[in-house]
């Protein structure tokens, strides 16, 4: 079975940092690797996703994510914070069959002005 | 372009009440889904259709049932609230391929009293 860990519940970065939200997979096959966000009362927003190639990702608002078979790894990441990147950040993970996505349990990223 | 639309958006309901939550999507996607979101727990994946007519469990389908009679809209109904189906609900709809993105309703908000 597929499954998702985001290690921490809760992030904090000053703005204009570099920001990393961590993210580790597990599947039995090739997997297929997706980033969401969350604004405050709002649907999950999608952000970037990992296929096949190339293992940096480059994604919506500025951020990318670095695919990292060996430590089945892919981790979040933007290089200058921004106040507005605030929010709720869910990893996901499908393993290439008819499966249904599986989240993480999220990440809250707070950038500090 | 709608989306994917999920009614109602707020609702509040007394234990042992029932209730249907409706979702369109306008984007010709063969799977459907439904989430609940919770307070540390992340999405937890309640019911999915992987086309007309079909549905299947997720992790978490106990007290509720879905249907999928037409390809455009998927209902979740709850028979008989409980306080701990309190939560937020989300839908999500994405083509078949596994390296496709789901696109996310705006969600639904139930209190069960």
């Known amino acids: 079975a597929q499954s998702v860990a985001q290690p921490e519940d809760q992030v904090n970065v000053a703005e204009g940092n570099p920001l990393t939200v961590k993210c580790t997979y597990s599947?039995?096959?090739?997997?297929?690797l997706f980033w969401y966000v969350q604004y405050p009362n709002r649907g999950l927003q999608f952000l970037l996703k990992y296929i096949t190639g190339d293992n940096l990702v480059k994604g919506s608002y500025g951020f990318e994510a670095e695919f990292n078979k060996s430590q089945t790894s892919f981790h979040l990441k933007k290089p200058s914070a921004l106040v507005s990147d605030s929010a709720l950040y869910f990893c996901?993970?499908?393993?290439?069959?008819?499966?249904?996505?599986?989240f993480g349990k999220g990440t809250r990223l707070s950038v500090i002005a | 372009n709608a989306g994917v639309t999920q009614t109602p958006k707020f609702r509040v309901l007394k234990t042992g009440q029932s209730m249907t939550l409706l979702c369109a999507q306008d984007m010709n996607h063969e799977y459907m889904y439904w989430y609940r979101q919770d307070p540390g727990m992340g999405l937890r994946l309640i019911h999915y259709s992987v086309g007309e007519g079909t549905t299947a469990k997720g992790e978490v389908p106990d007290g509720y049932n879905v249907s999928r009679l037409k390809k455009q809209n998927f209902m979740l109904g709850l028979e008989s609230a409980a306080p701990s189906q309190t939560s937020v609900y989300f839908c999500?709809?994405?083509?078949?391929?596994?390296?496709?993105?789901?696109?996310f309703g705006q969600g639904t908000r139930l209190t069960v009293v």
């Open positions: 999500a709809s994405s083509y078949r391929a596994g390296n496709t993105e789901a696109f």
């Open positions: 996901a993970v499908r393993d290439g069959g008819n499966t249904p996505l599986v």
């Open positions: 599947v039995s096959g090739n997997p297929y």
